[in-house]
C-alpha cells in the first residue's frame, strides 16, 4: 500500500511539537557538549534524547519504513529507495548551544529518495514549516509560502539577491577553499570582478535556510557539506513553495537528496534559471562531496 502521506504529515507535526518541548526545556549551556569531529561540529545530550523519542515513535507507528538519523547514522547502510523517515532532531546544534534563536528539528520522509512530506519546527520562533508533495507548503498550517508581496516577485539578478551560506564545519582542504574564495567574489565589488550580491547570511540551520527560500525571504542559499537529514524536509517545503534545488556545483540541473552540495532558489514566476547560471559562474574552484 502506498504511504498515507497526510496521515505521516500529521505525525510528524505532532512529533515536531513533542521535539520542541524537550529542546525549550533544556537551558542553554547544560547540555553536556560533545564534538564530534572538532569544536564547530557538535552533539548534546538534547540531539540523542530527541533522535531517541522520535526514532521510538515511528518505529512504533510505522514498523515498515525506514528510519535515518543525524545521530545514529551507519555509513554501512547508506540512504536507500524504500520509504524512509529522514530526520535530523536538532539542526543548528551550536545555535542551541548557544541559546541563539536558529535551532530547529527537521522531519523528512522520503520514497524513491523524493522528499514527499516536510516538517521543520523552530521552537524559538514557534514556526512550524510543512508540506506534502503536491498539496502545498505552509506556515503554521494556514499561510501558504511562498509570501506574499515582493516574497514571490521575479528575481532580478545577484545584486539585488539577499543568500543564505554556511561555513561548515570542514575548516581546510579543496571544499574550504572554494567556500571561501566563492564568498569573496559573491560579496566584491563588481569594479573587481564580483557578484557585489547585497548580502550573504549565516543562520547555521541548513533546514531554516531552505525554510527561509520556500518563503521568500531569503532568495538562496547554497551549501556544500550538509546531508540528506539537513536538507529532505525543507525541499519539499522549498519545492512545494515553487522553489528549486540544483546541484551546488555548476551544470547539475538535477540533484541527489544525499548529494551533499545544494543551491536552493526562491520561487519566482520569472529568473529562476537565469540565477543559477549567474551564480554557478562565480563558483571558484570545486566542491568535492
Ligand atoms: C548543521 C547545520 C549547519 C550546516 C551544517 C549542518 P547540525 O547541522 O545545518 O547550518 O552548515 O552543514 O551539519 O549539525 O546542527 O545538525
Redo the contacts with the bound molecule.
Sequence with gaps: VAPNLEEIHDFLVSLAFKAGNIITNALPGTGGTGS?KNSA???TEY?RAVENMISTSLKDKYPDYAFHG?ETYDPARPLTDAPTFIV?????????VHGFPC?CV?LGFAVGRVPAVGVVYNPSTKNLYSAIRGKGAFLNRETRLPLKGDHAEPLSGLTNALIGI????DRSGQNWETKVRTFEKLGQSKKLGGAMVRAMR????????LCAVAEGTLDLYW?G???E??VCAGWVILAEAGGIMVDGSPGGWETRLDGRKYLAVRGAPAGQKEIVEEFWSYIQGKLDY
Design positions: 564530534k561540529d557538535l552533539v540531539d543525524e535530523d532532531p536538532i539542526d543548528g546544534t551550536a545555535n542551541f535551532a527537521s554556511e561555513w561548515g564545519s549565516s543562520m547555521g540551520s541548513a533546514a531554516l535556510n551549501e557539506g550538509c546531508w537529514w539537513d
